[in-house]
Each structure stands twice: as C-alpha cells, then as structure tokens.
C-alpha cells in the first residue's frame, strides 16, 4: 500500500507565460508495451532500463506535488500502464484524492489487459478510460499492432462496460490501412454506447517507416463523414484537445484531434511526465525538466518549486509536429511510448 502525502500548503500554482493555468497531468508509469503498432514504435523496441524507472511511491509524491499546484486531472498513460507490475497500487493511491484534490483519475490503454483490471480501476475511483483501437479487422489488427491480440482488446473493452466505466475509443485514422473502416468504427462504438475519437498521425519517432505514407488529415475525413451523417458541432470539453461533434443518426458523440491540420495550443492545460521523472511542457516540443532530481533532492521542496518555475517559464506557445513529405525524417526522435499518449 502506498501510504498517504499530503498537500504541500501555499504552493504556487501553475501557470505559464502564456498565462495558461495548468490543471491536467498526463503521467506516464511505464514506456513499456506489449503491442508494436508500426506507427508507434520498431518492433525490435529499446526501452528504458528499469532501474532509471520512478518507484510508484515516486510517481506518487510527484502527483500529489501537482495536485499542490492546481492540477486537477491526472490521466494514466504509459506506453501500456496496465503492464506495470502493481500500477491497481498507484491507481488505488490516487483513487483516494478523487472528489477533494482530484476532479478526474482516468487512463489511456490498449485494452489487452483491461478483462483483468476493469473492476479493480472501476473500485479504485476511475470513472472513464480511453482505448485504443484502430481496426475491428482481427488480420487488419495483427498487421498494424504486430501481434494477434484483437480478442483481449475487444473482452478488455467489453469488461470496461460492464464495470460500469465509460469508454472513448481513440482510433488513429491512417491512409490505406483504416480510411475505409472509420465509419463502421464510428457506428460500432456509438451502438456499443460508447463515444470515439479520431486522432491525426503524430510524427514522435523512427518507426521503420513512413508517416507520410499514411497521414490522413482529418479535415478531410470529416467532409466524407458529413456525406453519410449529420454531425452537429458540440462545445463539450473533456479537458484535451478534441472537439466534438454529435452524429445525429447514430446517436453518439465524435470527436477529432487534430495537431496537423488544426492547431489547438491556445488553450492548452497540459504537461506530461515521464516514467523517470522528465517533465515535457509539450507533446510536440523538446523541452524538458528533471524532475527526478527534484524528487530525490534531500532540499526536495526547494527543488520541486525550482524545477516548476522552470517549466512553466519554457513551456513553448505551440508544438513542433509537421509531416514534412515523403521520406521526411521525424521532427521529434523521441518515441510516443517515451512520453506518454
């Protein structure tokens, strides 16, 4: 059991240069995955050396050194969260804040392990998950994740429901490999009574291939959509970037992230961290503060309030993503299982 910490009073809250509040923590417990999914990393993967990993007691005191500082949201990412050893723990730690400190506890999963975990994160005070799935075609899944795990995934999500957790589907739309699957995507999940998102490729990393190949950018997809379907602008907000839309036939609520063809930095309430403790102001940019070193400081307030101030003075006015043409080499090295989706 991860014992309780509590607020660090008078801590300052967390605002940027831009004078952008930041109250939504994505925090990465792992970079680990048990899928390979070609746009998001080789399948012979280096990740990181578990020794240079936080302890969930780290990842812990850092939350509850955001939560101090305004942070209202923490949503759960890894590479796969759900594969780290004892992360129900972290999740039953935090769980504890919801409705005082916390607003929302909520996760991003691939949902292979999701059949196992939905009651314990249902118990634990999650309410909403997101999981990813960008093919309901078993082979068209093989193909794309690099292994046979459609099954687990489609149990995983089943179980979420029954747990009594919301479920958005985020999918990736990629030229030539789903373009033709998203509206059945679309009215599978709003008849499973389930809301989903569709996401822009992000360029985050070598992949062993080319993103320009299968970047599909969402302006278009929604010009197809509104050929089949009434989509009627909805102004909801679940703390990120998509914007929303209700399709009228099916009854559900899409949504669409789009950092490519729509940029949606203005209002941007987010920072993320790393497994080992990296602060990244933005998805899109290289900034980044130790904040490990922070927390392993033995003047650790001092540090912490530091390390903060830093971060808010650098986190940058918008991302860095382009997809620059065939052959284009990413802008950004690092790997989205490196910082968390």
Known sequence: MIEPVDLTPGAAPLIDRFARSITYLRLSVTDRCDLRCTYCMPERM???PRAEV???EELY???RAFMARGVRKIRLTGGEPLVRRDMIDLVRALGRHVGTDLDELTLTTNGTRLAQFA??????GVRRINVSLDTRDAARFAALARRDMLADVLQGIAAARDAGLKVKINTVALKGINEDEI???VAWAHGEGHELTLIEVMPLGDVEGDRFDHYLPLDGVRRTLEQRWTLVPNA???GGPARYVDVVETGGRLGFITPLTGNFCAGCNRVRMTATGQLFMCLGGEGQVDLR????SPD??????AAFARAMGEKQERHDFAISGPGGVPRLARHMSVTGG
């Open 46 to 48: 280096q990740f990181l």
């Open 54 to 56: 936080l302890t969930l």
């Open 61 to 63: 005191l850092a939350s």
């Open 119 to 124: 009651e314990d994160l249902a118990q634990a």
């Open 183 to 185: 509206a059945d995507l």
């Open 236 to 238: 909801a907000r679940s």
């Open 293 to 296: 070193a922070a927390l392993r």
């Open 300 to 305: 650790q307030e001092e540090a912490l309030n």
